[in-house]
């Protein structure tokens, strides 16, 4: 029996996949990543995956060449601050294909030629018009996590940071918020800052705490930048198998 594979609906299918995926992680993992970057990731990954296949055909080669991929994309879109972020991250994309990929099954099963390959694209249409209508509104805005910059001289830091409405924490002696950084992020700020101080500060179970804090030049993230801005260090345990390494105070907003 003769089999025809065109590589054309293949890659199609391959790239609905993995963008399904890529949408499905991003509003699950509740990340800020741009529908615009994860359509252009993919087509970059799904092409990479056609030639795999043209080079080497079925077998163990493109399985562990699709699985690095994978591992490539996510490490590309959402830039996981741990090992334990980047290993749900995976699990996650891994679920959503067995799901996508079952969906996509059942057309196929049920129906022939066109219809089942345009019943992939339409469930694809479908989330891609989800997701930006949640990226466009910000229904996720009470528990987003964002990507910001902090500027200090000639150092730059780059965190994920998330966005919390019960940061209220203020440093009483210039006035501003407090963005509370893991203590590893804090001392590369440190090289380059000023003077420290100490601010007290409680939480639930604790009074009459101190914390170090500095003030920084910058923070800037997508639509908008803040100047000066002050942070505060907190220990890296706090951030432990958690996705992001900054609390963002509630004072803050995306613009």
Same mark, same amino acid.
């Given at each position: 029996?003769?089999?025809?594979?065109?590589? /054309?609906?293949?890659?199609?299918?391959?790239?609905?996949?993995?963008?399904?995926?890529?949408?499905?992680?991003?509003?699950?993992?509740?990340?800020?990543?741009?529908?615009?970057? $994860?359509?252009? &990731?993919?087509?970059?990954?799904?092409?990479?995956? $056609?030639?795999?296949? $043209?080079?080497?055909?079925?077998?163990?080669?493109?399985?562990?060449?699709?699985?690095?991929?994978?591992?490539?994309?996510?490490?590309?879109?959402?830039?996981?601050?741990?090992?334990?972020?980047?290993?749900?991250?995976?699990?996650?994309?891994?679920?959503?294909?067995?799901?996508?990929?079952?969906?996509?099954?059942?057309?196929?099963?049920?129906?022939?030629?066109?219809?089942?390959?345009?019943?992939?694209? &339409?469930?694809?249409?479908?989330?891609?018009?989800?997701?930006? &209508?949640?990226?466009?509104?910000? $229904?996720?805005?009470?528990?987003?996590?964002?990507?910001?910059?902090?500027?200090?001289?000639?150092?730059?830091?780059?965190?994920?940071?998330?966005? /919390?409405?019960?940061?209220?924490?203020? /440093?009483?002696?210039?006035?501003?918020?407090?963005?509370?950084?893991?203590?590893?992020?804090?001392?590369?700020?440190?090289?380059?800052?000023?003077?420290?101080?100490?601010?007290?500060?409680?939480?639930?179970?604790?009074?009459?705490?101190?914390?170090?804090?500095?003030?920084?030049?910058?923070?800037?993230?997508?639509?908008?930048?803040?100047?000066?801005?002050?942070?505060?260090?907190?220990?890296?345990?706090?951030?432990?198998?958690? /996705?992001?390494?900054?609390?963002?105070?509630?004072?803050?907003?995306?613009?």
């Amino acid at each position: 029996m003769e089999l025809t594979i065109y590589i /054309d609906v293949l890659w199609l299918r391959t790239f609905f996949v993995e963008l399904n995926v890529c949408l499905f992680v991003n509003l699950w993992m509740k990340r800020e990543c741009r529908v615009i970057h $994860i359509l252009w &990731v993919n087509a970059v990954a799904a092409s990479a995956q $056609i030639l795999l296949f $043209i080079l080497t055909g079925y077998g163990v080669p493109v399985l562990i060449g699709g699985l690095l991929l994978r591992s490539g994309v996510l490490l590309l879109l959402f830039r996981p601050q741990s090992a334990a972020v980047f290993l749900r991250l995976f699990l996650w994309s891994m679920a959503a294909t067995v799901a996508i990929g079952g969906i996509l099954g059942v057309a196929q099963t049920y129906l022939s030629g066109k219809y089942w390959f345009a019943s992939g694209c &339409v469930l694809c249409a479908c989330s891609m018009l989800v997701s930006l &209508v949640l990226e466009e509104r910000r $229904i996720l805005h009470d528990d987003r996590i964002y990507r910001v910059t902090f500027h200090q001289a000639e150092t730059s830091v780059k965190v994920m940071g998330l966005y /919390d409405t019960g940061n209220r924490l203020n /440093d009483p002696y210039v006035h501003a918020p407090v963005y509370i950084l893991a203590e590893r992020e804090y001392r590369q700020l440190m090289g380059e800052a000023g003077a420290v101080r100490l601010i007290p500060y409680a939480t639930v179970g604790v009074t009459d705490q101190m914390m170090e804090v500095m003030t920084v030049d910058a923070l800037e993230w997508k639509g908008g930048r803040q100047s000066p801005v002050v942070v505060g260090k907190a220990d890296d345990a706090l951030f432990a198998g958690k /996705d992001y390494r900054l609390i963002l105070p509630a004072a803050w907003h995306p613009g």
